[in-house]
């Protein structure tokens, strides 16, 4: 069974993120959500903390190995500093992290270096589609199989950085099976569509994408002429939103709780007034609750268990369902204020509105 205690390296890791949500994330987030635009120099130094690089081996220019444990701690705390901030500096692992877990070797060696090394680069994966019923498993681009390639066809959206991206890893159906394909920017037949205007994560710059007659070589298929199965990818991807959805909602509890300490009703602070407290403690406890089913889920990803598919998809729905009611709950306990952005939560209930939505934005 999996450990409680993080490891000294995982400590380090952890302490450098909460130090960096703190003092960089947390400050620049509302300016950033205002204007819409993250600034390049927050992105860097998030970058520079080396969560993607830490989960890439040596042998492809990365530290260490990959661990989706030790990725969703650092995930919850980059959501306690700002979402947006935390799928920007994420977006290179949902191109980097699919080739390193299906990749053959030839793709590892020649994908994964231009992607981590030096400063952040826009390489982004391209999955989520405008389907009211869309399914990772099920999906409505289609590639077709040529003697010399793939054609795709389809379009797919919230594509983080697509006006800038360098390649997209596009996820296709191909005779029934989800499979990626390594698309380079400026590749014939692909259109950048107009940036998305969204309620929530509004720092983070999204778009549409657009692939018609798009050919690709028989190499651009993400594990070679056999493919590679999707379920640990997507499982991956659930379980980074879900360790984001936990961070923050924790942000969110955590201010609520301070409010309420302070805030005094008929000379009594309101965290006192049973409803109040009934709230706060229903907050923490499926916070709590839903972390656990994260770790777990990670876990059982680093082991390859058969399960952590399924634990990965009810850890996403639980952290997903969670963030709404955290947030909305802290909008309630401040009252007025609450619908004021003076205060952050406000900005946590838009953004908590938009994270069910977001599978394939972040990879662990």
């Known amino acids: 069974m999996y450990a409680f205690e993080p490891t000294e390296e995982q400590r380090m890791l952890i302490d450098a993120v909460q130090r960096y949500a703190a003092n960089d994330l947390r400050p620049a987030a509302r300016e950033a959500d205002e204007s819409g635009e993250l600034p390049q120099d927050l992105i860097e130094k998030g970058w520079e903390l080396g969560v993607l690089q830490a989960s890439i ?16 701690l650092a ?30 070797d030839e793709q590892k060696s020649e994908l994964i270096p231009p992607v981590i090394e030096a400063e952040w680069k826009p390489y982004v994966a391209a999955l989520i589609e405008p389907a009211y019923d869309f399914h990772a498993a099920d999906l409505s681009t289609t590639a077709k199989a040529l003697k010399t390639g793939y054609v795709l066809n389809g379009k797919k959206v919230y594509v983080p950085f697509a006006d800038k991206a360098e390649a997209f ?14 698309v380079p920017a ?44 999707v379920d640990t990818i997507i499982a991956s991807s659930q379980v980074a939103i879900a360790g984001l959805a936990t961070g923050m909602s924790r942000a969110a509890c955590e201010y609520a709780l301070e409010y309420a300490k302070e805030r005094e009703a008929f000379d009594v602070p309101i965290a006192q007034k049973q409803s109040i407290a009934f709230m706060l403690a229903e907050m923490a406890t499926e916070i709590e609750s839903i972390r656990l089913l994260v770790w777990e889920a990670a876990w059982q990803l680093d082991a390859g268990k058969d399960e952590a598919a ?20 802290a909008v309630q306990i401040l009252g007025g204020h609450g619908y004021i952005r003076e205060h952050p939560v406000e900005m946590w209930m838009r953004n908590g509105g938009g994270i069910s939505t977001l599978t394939g934005l972040s990879m662990v």
Request: charge should be negative; avoid cysteine.
């Open 57 to 72: 081996p040596d042998a492809y220019g990365g530290f260490g190995e990959h661990s989706a444990v030790t990725s969703v």
């Open 75 to 104: 995930a919850e705390e980059l959501g306690w500093g700002d979402l947006a901030g935390a799928f920007a500096i994420m977006a290179p692992g949902t191109f980097a992290l699919p080739v390193l877990m299906a990749g053959t």
């Open 169 to 182: 890893l596009v996820f296709a159906n191909l005779d029934g099976q989800t499979q990626g394909f390594v």
């Open 186 to 229: 400026g590749t014939e037949g692909v259109t950048i569509g107009g940036r998305e205007k969204l309620m929530g994560i509004k720092a983070l710059p999204t778009f549409e994408l657009q692939l018609e007659k798009v050919k690709v070589p028989l190499k651009a298929r993400l594990g070679g002429d056999n493919g590679h199965a």
């Open 310 to 329: 399924r634990s990965a998809y009810l850890a996403f729905v639980g952290a997903t369902d969670m963030a709404m009611m955290v947030t909305d709950r």
